[in-house]
């Protein structure tokens, strides 16, 4: 439990600033570098302004984070709205508090982050080609996480300046160890004549017609540029394929692996250079004499931290140590032992215990591989020319795809209707139907380039709509009777319920009652929070329910997603107290359980900043019905 209050406490712009250089960054391409500025403003906060093509990428976000949950996808999209809304109405806040964060901080952060990271290094070369395929300069990336850290900075001022008290560690344990005891009677779902007349069905009808609404659909045209296409029509000599392969080669190469040891004989004022020397060539000798180098390191060496793992240094990476000892190391064989090589701390024996050569793939192995790689490189420049002249004509020519389809040279293509929600082909991509759906394209223009993927931009058009309608009654109503047969149906189990729970609140026993509806009287006694022998539901209704007052047991219903109704009889209450494993977790709980608070205070900041911020939300008319 204190494991997962922990977990729960990582508040939300924990890592706002990974998000900035995730997905969002990804999907920053040529969207961005084509945009002409005509897509409608989804909401707004203050000056700050959001588009749909934002909410497009907070919403991948989530759905890449909760991929396989089971969560609803419009749920999904009004959670990431809200998170954009929020994290402008946060940095607001931070903007106008002053909080600052220094250069050398954000260098700092930059540099620990895996993205731009080799071996646990920072590689220079990975930050700049990330800046290049994002067409961003290294200030306006900087800009970017100096912002999530400046958040960061108010959330940890927040959260972390909360704190907890023993008591109410103990509190927690009592409410969290508490034990309860019940018996309970399970009714069965109640059966109902199935007869239904056409007034009952024709009045749902007519008091649930949105239930019965087919959503507005539509169709489009469209042209589209895929960068595999161009890259499958791009010449290719032998030639020019090998010399590819040459420039590449290190990505077809598996590095070489080496493991050292060493054994070191310290040069200071108390171990003359000559005295160290002379010990290192002692120690050579009985290397030479077959004693075993890790056993001579434990004995001899004068590095007391690797003399215990037998002199090992582990993975040898040049560079690391000076170049005399680098030079030797890479000289030697597997099990070869060097001379004494002298660094700044003294004198070294080093073995090669590892050795793992440098492989490469031959041209001939990657032929294919290449192949695919340098047409896609050749057709890049050519791609992006041709969407930026894609964006040019579509805009000039608002109208129609046709001077499009012709000066390019690519078919016009049509998908089958489709709503904002659901489609197919092209249509199954959510760029695509959230476009489709903009007031650009209803009012007969075409839409933006929309970068569906890297390397894949269309432009659309709407060719015919259907607006939203309800189904005639014919077709529904077998919907409409299965529909009053369950409202039917928990209506009457309901009153079961409620007749048994009155005769038992009455006085009489709950046994009785088993025996008088042929039900089954059960019994739980001592359960606990993390019961699985119950239902969830059921077991979460129990620890709910008010406790018995002046010794007189509570009686509540609970339904079940069956259907069925649990009759409940709350009998005992027993407060919780800390096992001696809580006592001794007493740091991690007050930590914790302060965290959580701090966190709770931190939402609450939130909530304050949101209520007083000029907030405005302008979606369109079916996105603004999926808002919770």
């Known amino acids: 439990m204190l494991t997962k ?42 000056s ?171 169709s489009v045209a469209y042209v589209e540029l895929l960068l595999t296409d161009m890259a499958k029509k791009t010449p290719v000599t032998e030639d020019s394929l090998k010399a590819f392969y040459e420039a590449q080669k290190s990505q077809y190469s598996t590095p070489e692996r080496r493991k050292i040891s060493h054994i070191l004989f310290l040069v200071n004022a108390q171990n003359p250079a000559e005295a160290a020397l002379a010990k290192a060539e002692k120690a050579k000798q009985a290397v030479l004499a077959n004693r075993d180098f890790a056993q001579l390191a434990a004995e001899l060496s004068e590095d007391t931290i690797t003399a215990k793992q037998g002199g090992d240094l582990g993975l040898f990476t040049p560079g690391v140590m000076e170049p005399a000892f680098d030079k030797a190391a890479l000289a030697l064989k597997q099990g070869e032992v060097s001379e004494p090589v002298r660094s700044a701390f003294g004198y070294h024996l080093i073995k090669v215990t590892e050795l793992t050569p440098e492989t490469v793939k031959t041209f001939a192995e990657v032929r294919d591989e290449l192949l695919k790689e340098y047409q896609k490189n050749q057709a890049e420049t050519a791609f992006y020319e041709l969407a930026e002249r894609l964006s040019g004509l579509s805009f000039e020519h608002p109208d129609t795809l046709q001077t499009v389809a012709e000066t390019l040279a690519v078919p016009i293509k049509k998908t089958a209707f489709f709503t904002l929600d659901q489609g197919e082909g092209l249509a199954a991509n959510e760029k695509v139907r959230a476009a489709a759906f903009t007031d650009e394209v209803r009012q007969g223009n075409n839409s933006e380039v929309i970068e569906l993927e890297a390397g894949h931009v269309v432009v659309l058009r709407q060719v015919e709509r259907k607006p939203a309608a309800v189904k005639p009654l014919s077709e529904v109503k077998a919907i409409i009777s299965a529909a009053l047969i369950a409202e039917q149906t928990l209506a009457a189990t309901q009153a079961k319920t409620e007749q048994i729970k009155a005769a038992a609140v009455a006085g009489q026993a709950l046994s009785e009652l088993a025996s008088t509806h042929r039900l089954i009287l059960k019994q739980a006694k001592a359960l606990q929070r993390r019961d699985v022998t119950l239902p969830p539901a059921l077991l979460a209704a129990i620890f709910r329910a008010a406790k018995p007052a002046a010794e007189k047991p509570s009686y509540f219903a609970v339904p079940l997603p069956t259907g069925e109704q649990v009759l409940v009889r709350l009998t005992e209450v027993v407060e919780g107290v800390m096992s001696e494993q809580d006592k001794k977790a007493m740091d991690l709980a007050l930590q914790n359980l302060g965290q959580a608070w701090g966190q709770a205070e931190f939402n609450a900041l939130l909530g304050s900043l949101k209520a007083g911020a000029d907030i405005d939300i302008n979606l369109p008319p079916i996105a603004a019905a999926e808002q919770p």
């Open 48 to 218: 700050k302004e959001f588009y749909q093509r934002d909410v497009l990428r907070a919403y991948e976000q989530y759905s890449q984070e909760l991929r396989g949950l089971g969560i609803d996808e419009a749920q999904l999209k009004a959670q990431a709205l809200d998170k954009l809304i929020q994290d402008e109405v946060l940095l607001q806040y931070v903007h106008a508090r002053g909080l600052a964060v220094t250069d050398e901080d954000v260098r700092t952060f930059i540099k620990t982050l895996p993205y731009f990271q080799t071996d646990g290094a920072y590689a220079e070369e990975k930050y700049r080609a990330f800046l290049a395929a994002q067409r961003m300069t290294s200030a306006d990336f900087v800009d970017r996480v100096r912002q999530g850290m400046r958040m960061q900075q108010l959330q940890d001022g927040v959260v972390n300046s909360s704190f907890a008290t023993t008591s109410d560690v103990e509190r927690f344990f009592a409410i969290q160890n508490q034990q309860r005891s019940v018996e309970y009677l399970t009714i069965p779902v109640q059966k109902v004549s199935a007869q239904l007349s056409d007034e009952q069905i024709a009045a749902y009808y007519q008091q649930h017609q949105a239930k019965f609404e087919t959503p507005e659909q539509v």
């Open 5 to 46: 209050i922990r977990e729960k406490t990582q508040g939300a712009f924990a890592a706002v600033i990974l998000l900035m250089i995730a997905v969002p960054f990804a999907l920053w391409g040529i969207n961005n570098y084509l945009d002409g500025g005509r897509e409608p403003v989804v909401a707004s906060v203050g």
